[in-house]
């Protein structure tokens, strides 16, 4: 995994955890702003997204971005997909679960995905075809075969029905506020599933390649490839993973 296209990006990410973490002792003097009605933004999410489009574009200033806090700029087909923050709610309030998620796509296939804890120093890294990593170590998802033993993340945002039956379902159910973390931990196995409904490409498309060359399967609720439109995922282990499509398509 040596591309120089994954080591910027790794490069990018830990650069980024380096800004984030001189701040996080101190966070009350971080300036915040509503985006949207419960979606908030911070001076440190959009400092660390521009450090990483200037690092990118040193190297390759035709690539096109797709960034959260500063949007699209258009470039050729290469396109890298930018969360600097992703758990900002838990960076505000000093809450240690949130990670920098960075994807790189061609032609809309993501090619190289990193997902990076600051806090925890743990970097989760794939390259289609590569297999993926968390620092130096291959890492697979899980094999919990049965829906009633899994640990299953979610962020899933106005279905209360669908994750109480979920939860009453599985063996306990997690709801941490960084869905590209939460993925990265289904890739290792730390996770056994997740599921998320309404989420952003930035969120979910590093995460997606993580599981997936991991050994995992990703897909929307109806087993299909639509999620990166839409942000209804759900991922696990194959023999998981279909209980609980069943349970989702139940209720």
Same mark, same amino acid.
């Given at each position: 995994?040596q591309? #120089?296209?994954i080591? &910027?990006? %790794?490069?990018? $990410?830990? !650069? ?6 001189r /701040?996080? =002792?101190? @966070? ?17 999410d ?9 690092l990118?574009?040193?190297s ?9 806090e ?5 470039g ?19 809450? #240690?679960?949130?990670? &920098?998620? %960075?994807?790189? $796509?061609? !032609? ?6 990193? /997902?990076? =804890?600051? @806090?925890r120093?743990?970097?989760f890294?794939?390259?289609r075809?590569k ?10 998802v ?13 962020e899933s ?8 039956k979920i ?6 159910l997690?709801h ?19 599921f ?6 930035w ?11 991991a050994?995992g ?31 989702i398509?139940?209720n």
């Amino acid at each position: 995994m040596q591309e #120089p296209i994954i080591n &910027i990006a %790794i490069t990018a $990410a830990r !650069k980024g955890g380096e800004t984030i973490m001189r /701040v996080l =002792d101190r @966070v009350d003097s971080v300036k915040i702003a509503e985006k949207a009605p419960n979606d908030f933004v911070t001076e440190i999410d959009r400092r660390v997204e521009s450090d990483i489009i200037t690092l990118i574009q040193k190297s390759y200033p035709d690539h096109s971005i797709l960034g959260e806090e500063y949007g699209e700029q258009p470039g050729n087909d290469y396109q890298w997909i930018i969360d600097p923050i992703d758990g900002t709610r838990n960076f505000i309030h000093g809450f #240690p679960y949130f990670s &920098i998620s %960075i994807a790189f $796509a061609y !032609k809309n296939r993501i090619e190289h995905g990193v /997902v990076y =804890d600051p @806090v925890r120093q743990e970097l989760f890294a794939a390259s289609r075809g590569k297999g993926a990593r968390l620092n130096d170590r291959k890492i697979r998802v899980g094999k919990q075969k049965q829906l009633k033993t899994c640990l299953i993340g979610t962020e899933s945002h106005g279905a209360a029905t669908l994750i109480s039956k979920i939860g009453s379902a599985c063996g306990d159910l997690r709801h941490l506020g960084s869905a590209a973390l939460d993925l990265a931990y289904v890739a290792s196995g730390r996770l056994d599933g997740f599921f998320g409904h309404g989420l952003k490409i930035w969120d979910i498309a590093a995460g997606v390649l993580l599981i997936r060359e991991a050994g995992g399967i990703v897909c929307d609720p109806y087993g299909s490839e639509d999620f990166l439109k839409d942000g209804d995922i759900v991922a696990g282990n194959p023999a998981m993973l279909r209980q609980l499509l069943k349970l989702i398509a139940e209720n």
